[in-house]
């Protein structure tokens, strides 16, 4: 079946990166795609940015374009975003979602979301 | 971008009751579009692909449908396990934006 596993929680410094990783499973990994969200405490979800797996084309939020890069892995079905130069306002839960090229619409596999809090 | 204004951001109904909820996008989308169940400390589900079509699982009192640039996600027959927020994403053109979310309470 299709999974979809995140990393752990990150604690990190202001100005510091982080690099989240999402490992997929169950599909096949090159006809797919992979977005990002976030998601601040008591607040609602936030788009980040999407990579097409198998052009490895991205497409990031102009809120985040100059501070994200999201890569894919072949060899392990995995997909990173890293964030850069953080602040108090990416103190947050992050979360994938992947979806296949059965149907693009199909935005059913998320994995389990990881906390990142940024301190100083 | 395009724009997707969520109301309302709150209701609140009783068990048994309907509700809907209702996503503006601010340029035609084609039915682009998913809603998303989400509990507190969990990942968003989803609904409602493509505006209307129902995911796996998804009891049938879940229903979508579309009006020009509106969408509406309507729950028949609410149960306590309806409780949660909702959010609709349109998919049509990047950045793939989120409406603001509704908060669902049951009384």
């Known amino acids: 079946q299709i999974q979809v596993e995140q990393s752990g929680p990150a604690v990190k410094e202001f100005g510091a990166s982080v690099k989240l990783s999402c490992k997929t499973s169950?599909?096949?990994?090159?006809?797919?795609?992979v977005q990002w969200v976030r998601q601040a405490r008591g607040e609602g979800l936030e788009w980040i940015g999407r990579?097409?797996?198998?052009?490895?084309?991205?497409d990031v939020a102009q809120k985040f374009h100059d501070r994200v890069t999201i890569t894919r892995d072949m060899s392990t079905d995995t997909v990173h975003m890293e964030l850069s130069t953080l602040t108090s306002e990416d103190t947050g839960v992050y979360y994938c979602?992947?979806?296949?090229?059965?149907?693009?619409?199909?935005?059913?596999?998320w994995g389990q979301g990881a906390l990142v809090t940024v301190s100083s | 971008d395009i724009q997707m204004t969520q109301s309302p951001s709150s209701l609140s109904a009783s068990v048994g009751d309907t509700v809907s909820i209702t996503c503006r996008a601010s340029q035609d989308i084609y039915n682009s579009l998913d809603w998303f169940q989400q509990k507190p400390g969990k990942p968003p589900k989803l609904l409602l692909a493509a505006a209307s079509r129902l995911t796996n699982g998804v009891p049938s009192r879940f229903s979508g449908r579309r009006s020009g640039t509106d969408y509406t996600l309507t729950v028949s027959n609410l149960q306590p396990e309806d409780s949660a927020s909702y959010y609709c994403?349109?998919?049509?053109?990047?950045?793939?934006?989120f409406g603001q979310g509704t908060k669902l309470e049951i009384k």
């Open positions: 990579i097409v797996v198998g052009t490895g084309n991205t």
């Open positions: 994403q349109q998919f049509y053109r990047v950045p793939f934006t």
């Open positions: 979602a992947a979806v296949t090229a059965s149907d693009w619409f199909l935005w059913d596999y």
């Open positions: 169950g599909f096949t990994f090159t006809k797919s795609a």
